[in-house]
């Protein structure tokens, strides 16, 4: 993984962007297609600039106070089948698989993620 620095400002695909938390919490697709956050307080989630037929990969984690609402854009619609929740618990981990359609809307799915010491479990 590639971490994105003033040397190297146009990061490989493979490349996840740390984005620092705010309110509203726009995520610009042409620096990245994944994003990581640590969600400090309530705020409602944005992709900026995004391209029909991309994919996007959002981590979001809930701080160790939780409780937060994150409320997602005006272009996040239909969810797939199965979609969790975001998770909004004391250090929820969650992941939001995105793809744009035609319609300039993104389609998404939540996979709430359970971290323990040695092992990794999702949960649909």
Known sequence: MQINTPDNPNPAPDYMEVVVFSDPLNLDANTSNAFYCEITGNTTLNILNTRIGATYLIQLDMDSSGGHTVTLGSLFRGTILGSSAIDTTANGVNLISIVRGRG??????ITNVTVTATTTTTTT
């Open 104 to 109: 300039g809307y993104l389609t998404y799915n």
